[in-house]
């Protein structure tokens, strides 16, 4: 049967079941315990020393945080005794299950044991829970056996946190919470690379635009240049042309030969036939070019003669 609140308080007080004792934390038929001066909290995923994580040491008052998904060690304040007679069970205040802590070390003290109470919590809510040394965070309910036990828990007081228990679950745990966060930063750091891919992507095409202006600019420049060349040499050609055009109808023909357009140093003066039994007119002759003086052609009459 279990103790009553009378019955509990009177039991502590005669036989010093727990120590410091308050009477104001007798809380129906269970007894508050706080929380002691010693706490390990496993490391998140983020924690760039997760791997260095130990056993804390609080002072007075001093606050920790135990993250969603993570383990906790808690070890209370107060010295607990229970007799051979007798069987202890423990649990959380209920102002502590609805943060989303859970107990999960057990339920039950043995008879015979001697020494602080160690309880591992489970953070099961969706965000971190704020504790301090002092906070009021256990019940332990006392229930009678049916008689004197031999078969009692023979170990030493247990004062503090033991290495050997923290050795079970050192290193980082992934929980729901630690995975969800490791997404949400894969998220990012996918939407930080695309947004810098996109600004070099618009520079670069920002640059090729200015190249490609450029290139427009400078083939527009040489395309002038020629074509100004093009039309020079042109011109040029078209005027040596006209040149010849016109230097070629002075031998093209016999009538153009004795045109008065051929230069006096190509030209000899040949008189014209006197009329019959007259003597001829003078300073009346014609030039002809010297070029039918040459082989081949006929020679002038110069005998006065009519062919």
Not at 44 to 66: E, S
Not at 135 to 150: G, N, P
Not at 256 to 285: F, M
Request: aromatic content about 8%.
């Amino acid at each position: 049967m279990f103790w009553s609140g009378e019955t509990l308080e009177a039991a502590i007080r005669v036989d010093r079941l727990i120590e410091p004792f308050d009477p104001k934390r007798i809380d129906c038929a269970a007894y508050t315990l706080s929380v002691g001066d010693e706490v390990y909290i496993s490391p998140t995923v983020d924690d760039p020393q997760n791997n260095l994580a130990t056993v804390r040491v609080l002072g007075k008052g001093d606050g920790f945080v135990i993250p969603a998904g993570q383990f906790s060690f808690l070890i209370t304040d107060e010295r607990v005794i229970v007799p051979n007679n007798a069987i202890a069970f423990i649990s959380m205040k209920a102002t502590w299950k609805f943060r989303g802590l859970v107990n999960v070390s057990g339920f039950h003290v043995d008879p015979g044991y001697v020494g602080k109470i160690i309880f591992s919590v489970f953070n099961a809510g969706p965000r971190p829970v704020h504790v301090r040394q002092g906070d009021q965070f256990f019940l332990i309910w006392y229930a009678c056996l049916d008689k004197v036990s031999k078969k009692t828990r023979d170990m030493p007081s247990r004062e503090n946190i033991d290495s050997s228990i923290i050795n079970g679950i050192c290193g980082e745990i992934h929980s729901l919470e630690a995975l969800s966060n490791r997404i949400i930063g894969v998220e990012n750091r996918i939407a930080e690379r695309i947004s810098e891919t996109e600004r070099k992507h618009t520079a670069l095409l920002t640059k090729l635009a200015a190249v490609g202006t450029g290139l427009i600019v400078l083939i527009s420049v040489i395309s002038a240049i020629f074509s100004g060349i093009f039309v020079q040499e042109a011109r040029r050609h078209l005027g040596y042309a006209d040149d010849q055009q016109q230097a070629a109808p002075i031998i093209s023909s016999p009538s153009n030969q004795i045109s008065g357009s051929v230069p006096a140093a190509n030209t000899v003066s040949v008189a014209p036939l006197p009329p019959a039994g007259g003597a001829p007119p003078s300073g009346s002759g014609k030039s002809i070019p010297q070029a039918g003086l040459q082989a081949g052609a006929p020679s002038p009459n110069t005998s006065g003669r009519h062919p």
